[in-house]
């Protein structure tokens, strides 16, 4: 089943919101396998958040978030009524989860929690990004392998064998 975070993007000029908006909020998601979810037009009724139930000024068309420039990150979405339950992960519970990598019990097993991104000030990627970066690399070579040869599969110049592959591991993981 599908978990969730969601966010917003901030009207600190386009580059900036992406830049520093968007991306801790998108790096926690990666650490946590979570699917991340931009929404800045929540209405006061679901959840009544200041930052959550302001238009994007930076968007020009009638949604006014995000989808105004990039198609959408996923095409999961979520209730209402996920949303008017989705816990807010603020304070300790934030702090610890973007020190460790790790949800508390308390949040683990909710399907959608609400991150307000940090504007500058978080200067360390989130524990056990580059584990999760070297996962979903090799997750996607199984689907795309299903059992067959990889090299039939990509074109020539690209080496793709264990050795190659092992290499861009350890340099994730910033082992070599």
Not at 9 to 31: H, K, N, Q, Y
Not at 105 to 114: A, F, S, T, Y
Request: hydrophobic share 40%.
């Amino acid at each position: 089943d599908t978990k969730f975070i969601v966010s917003l993007v901030s009207d600190i000029g386009f580059g900036a919101s992406l830049r520093v908006g968007v991306m801790d909020p998108f790096l926690l998601g990666l650490a946590s396998n979570r699917t991340v979810l931009f929404l800045n037009t929540i209405s006061k009724d679901i959840i009544d958040l200041g930052s959550f139930n302001r238009p994007l000024k930076l968007a020009s068309c009638e949604r006014q978030d995000m989808q105004c420039v990039f198609m959408p990150l996923s095409p999961c979405v979520i209730t209402e009524e996920e949303m008017s339950r989705a816990p807010i992960l603020e304070g300790d519970a934030l702090k610890n989860f973007r020190n460790t990598g790790v949800l508390g019990p308390e949040h683990v097993n909710e399907r959608v929690l609400i991150v307000e991104p940090i504007l500058g000030g978080h200067k360390a990627l989130p524990f056990g990004l580059e584990d999760a970066m070297v996962d979903k690399i090799q997750s996607l070579y199984k689907e795309a392998d299903g059992g067959k040869d990889l090299k039939r599969l990509f074109p020539p110049v690209w080496d793709l064998s264990d050795n190659v592959l092992e290499k861009v591991y350890n340099f994730i993981r910033k082992k070599g």
